[in-house]
């Protein structure tokens, strides 16, 4: 891999981390994640949408009018968050009504009009998929890593198997409901920013 | 009396952003001063009051299965509903347009004090949340779509302001490096949300 194509992959996943650094897309990152299943399904739409309307748009850059490329992307945006959406409500249902009206709300997305005006408007395809996947990936990361805090401690449970023994529940152990009420899912965010950021000091605001 | 119980639940109980999270990204990025706030929540509660009952329209007339009957009897097993989103973002979007100009030409100073907001509303989510929200929920009028739209918009107002005046005074405040300025924000925003769950439960 060349040095550009590892910047455009690798930089999302941490430094400039799409969820906490970057703060885009936060709407969607926290409602989806009081399960790990439902967190991972959203990941993989999102790598997907975003990732292919990199491409497209990086494709067809030069041919938009500056004046309107803003309805250009909403319109490749839609039409993908569309496909997507009736491919999981044909697959697997029962995700797609947990996730409820957040498949749809990839449109307004941020993280989406960000890279698309940030990063596909002035590159290559082949850099603006890899700079698509990694924001996806960086983005689901911090879906996982909340979604797993919330359902192990909310739930006792991982996709869904539980993983808390019953003798501890005997023992007089009990889950967190706290953890499954949306407050929380900023909490969590926040303590990983704090983790994040006193590893990373060039990242703390002053 | 139902229309009213709507209203105050969508303010205080399902609240956007305490609730569903919806405009987070703009209500971080803008939160700093009090003014630009509140500006920026008039603006959102502006757009929301106009484009539900729009929407809702569109969704009973033309989206809905069957909806398209009103044309002739042949096209009663038409469905359109796979249309929804972009036929949503697209009307959003003009609308959005729209009330941009009407602003520019007929109240010069709202326009300038709004500034870069209102074209940006077109991508908060705020607003095509609150209109899928509306879909899912089958609202049986057009006045309870508006009425859940105004009340969401206030809810939203109410969020941005509170969150903007705490961080105007936190700026005194001493807190720990990594979690100035985005982490602290997140922290005092669940707070507020846990806060704002003490009305669950309240009918009228």
Known sequence: ?????????LNPLSKENPVIVQVLGICSALAVTTKLEPAFVMTLSVVAVLALSNVIISLIRKT???SIRIIVQLVVVAALVV????????????????LSV??????????????????ALNNGPWLSFLDGVGNGLGY?????IVAFFRELLGSGTLFGYQVVPDSWYEMGYMNNGMMILPPMALITVACIIWVHRSRNKELQEK | MEDLNLFIRSIFI?????????GMCSFLAVSKNVKTS?????????????????TWALNEYVLQPGALSWLGPEYASTDLSFLGLIMFIAVIAALVQIIEMVVEKYAPSLYNSLGIFLPLIAVNCAILGAVLFMQQRDFDSAWTATVYGAGSGIGWLLAITCIAAIREKLEYSDVPAPLKGIGITFIITGLMGIAFMSFLGIKL
């Open chain 1, 140 to 144: 689901g990361m911090i879906l996982v």
């Open chain 2, 38 to 54: 509140f500006g920026l929540g008039i603006a959102v509660l502006f757009v929301l009051i106009v484009s539900l009952p729009i």
């Open chain 1, 83 to 98: 496909m997507v959406d009736q491919v999981l409500k044909a697959y697997n249902y029962e995700v797609s009504k947990q």
């Open chain 1, 102 to 119: 957040f498949i749809g709300l990839i449109i307004t997305n941020c993280i989406l009009m960000g890279r698309l005006e940030a990063f």
């Open chain 1, 1 to 9: 891999m060349s040095k550009a194509s590892k910047i455009a992959f």
């Open chain 1, 64 to 66: 938009i009018p500056t």
């Open chain 2, 14 to 22: 399902d609240n956007m952003i305490f609730a569903y999270f919806l």
